[in-house]
């Protein structure tokens, strides 16, 4: 009898073993080798994306105001960038809707598509954590969003060689390497922000007029000969042997077309920006007569100026270096030059 009873209880618990194992949830198991990492449907959906990063911790303790988070909440400390469509356009709802670069963000929203699962690098908590893929631990994290509404959530954590790093999504426990470096998925806006919003002002210039007072007033003139091709740059206000130096003036139609704006301040001017008592004035025109008025000032604090241009409501932040160069290359001394004017290379217009 007491054989029975001891067979019963190693029978039971052989079954019970072997149920356990029919119903443990296998991480993997809705995981297939080589299919997208962040599904098709959402990557077509999606319009609207917050990028965001961690704080590098400190040496010997933890991120300032750190703390451990559950799915789906806020972490403090974290950098972070919106891009949202509206209207057919991206636009960074955190830079007063100034548009977003639309072929950098397209560039993107296909990387993140073209993520593949390959092999499982891990699949513990303890990994997510060593990985740096957790919801309160990460290099980078990407919400996809549409309506409003999550889609997919993108953790991206070490890199683990060149141009990779280890990434899972909200719905995987599994981490996988993936081709996608975490300085791709910047969080400062100035990467985001449209390349073409000063192009577009000094794009085809046919006339720039640099300087406010007539003491330091240059009237710049795109010279062009008889079959209509530019050739110079001249200023009808001189005379004699005082004429435009046109390599100076090229160089600084070449500045004001590669301006890079780091951030958008707002769209009121505050006093501090001193817009009343601006370090340049600019007026350019194309050869549509097109005039846009741009206003160069450096901030009572602050390592930058703020530029105020006419065909736009912003007020843009350019880097002290930026702005102090353009100051530079405007100025008269550079621009206007005595004697006879430097030959032209044959076969140069």
């Given at each position: 009898?007491?054989?029975?009873?001891?067979?019963?209880?190693?029978?039971?618990?052989?079954?019970?073993?072997?149920?356990?194992?029919?119903?443990?949830?296998?991480p993997?198991?809705?995981?297939?080798?080589?299919?997208?990492?962040v599904?098709?449907?959402?990557?077509?959906?999606?319009?609207?994306?917050?990028?965001?990063?961690?704080?590098?911790?400190?040496?010997?303790?933890?991120?300032?105001?750190?703390?451990?988070?559950?799915?789906?909440?806020?972490?403090?400390?974290?950098?972070?960038?919106?891009?949202?469509?509206?209207?057919?356009?991206?636009?960074?709802?955190?830079?007063?809707?100034?548009?977003?670069?639309?072929?950098?963000?397209?560039?993107?929203?296909?990387?993140l598509?073209?993520?593949?699962?390959?092999?499982?690098?891990?699949?513990?908590?303890?990994?997510?954590?060593?990985?740096?893929?957790?919801?309160?631990?990460?290099?980078?994290?990407v919400?996809?969003?549409?309506?409003?509404?999550?889609?997919?959530?993108?953790?991206?954590?070490?890199?683990?060689?060149?141009?990779?790093?280890?990434?899972?999504?909200?719905?995987d426990?599994?981490?996988?390497?993936?081709?996608?470096?975490?300085?791709?998925?910047?969080?400062?806006?100035?990467?985001?922000?449209?390349?073409?919003?000063?192009?577009?002002?000094?794009?085809?210039?046919?006339?720039?007029?640099?300087?406010?007072?007539?003491?330091?007033?240059?009237?710049?003139?795109?010279?062009?000969?008889?079959?209509?091709?530019?050739?110079?740059?001249t200023?009808?206000?001189?005379?004699?042997?005082?004429?435009?130096?046109?390599?100076?003036?090229?160089?600084?139609?070449?500045?004001?077309?590669?301006?890079?704006?780091?951030?958008?301040?707002?769209?009121?001017?505050?006093?501090?920006?001193?817009?009343?008592r601006?370090?340049?004035?600019?007026?350019?025109?194309?050869?549509?007569?097109?005039?846009?008025?741009?206003s160069?000032?450096?901030?009572?604090?602050?390592?930058?100026?703020?530029?105020?241009?006419?065909?736009?409501?912003?007020?843009?932040?350019?880097?002290?270096?930026?702005?102090?160069?353009?100051?530079?290359?405007?100025?008269?001394?550079?621009?206007?030059?005595?004697?006879?004017?430097?030959?032209?290379?044959?076969?140069?217009?």
């Open positions: 009898m007491r054989i029975v009873t001891a067979l019963s209880v190693l029978l039971a618990l052989q079954l019970g073993g072997a149920l356990l194992l029919a119903t443990r949830h296998d993997l198991a809705s995981a297939k080798f080589d299919t997208p990492l599904p098709a449907t959402v990557m077509q959906g999606t319009d609207d994306l917050i990028i965001e990063s961690k704080p590098a911790k400190p040496v010997g303790g933890a991120a300032t105001g750190a703390a451990d988070a559950t799915a789906g909440s806020a972490v403090p400390d974290v950098a972070r960038v919106e891009i949202l469509k509206k209207d057919g356009k991206w636009i960074l709802p955190g830079q007063f809707d100034a548009p977003a670069d639309a072929q950098r963000v397209s560039a993107l929203l296909e990387r598509g073209a993520l593949k699962r390959g092999l499982p690098v891990a699949t513990s908590d303890a990994s997510l954590r060593r990985f740096k893929v957790t919801d309160s631990d990460f290099e980078r994290r919400e996809l969003k549409a309506g409003g509404s999550i889609l997919d959530t993108l953790y991206v954590g070490t890199s683990t060689g060149l141009r990779k790093s280890d990434a899972r999504t909200g719905a426990h599994a981490i996988y390497a993936v081709d996608l470096p975490a300085y791709e998925l910047p969080t400062d806006p100035g990467s985001w922000l449209s390349a073409d919003l000063l192009r577009d002002d000094a794009e085809g210039l046919a006339e720039l007029d640099v300087g406010a007072s007539p003491t330091d007033r240059v009237q710049l003139r795109k010279q062009k000969d008889a079959g209509g091709q530019s050739t110079a740059w200023d009808p206000a001189l005379s004699g042997n005082v004429h435009v130096d046109n390599a100076h003036a090229q160089a600084l139609v070449t500045q004001l077309s590669q301006l890079h704006v780091d951030k958008i301040l707002g769209v009121e001017a505050r006093p501090e920006w001193q817009q009343d601006p370090a340049l004035v600019l007026e350019l025109k194309d050869d549509k007569s097109r005039s846009v008025d741009w160069l000032s450096k901030p009572l604090s602050g390592d930058y100026y703020v530029l105020k241009s006419s065909a736009h409501p912003w007020f843009f932040s350019v880097s002290a270096s930026q702005g102090k160069a353009v100051i530079d290359a405007a100025g008269r001394d550079q621009l206007v030059a005595s004697g006879k004017p430097a030959a032209k290379p044959a076969g140069k217009s």
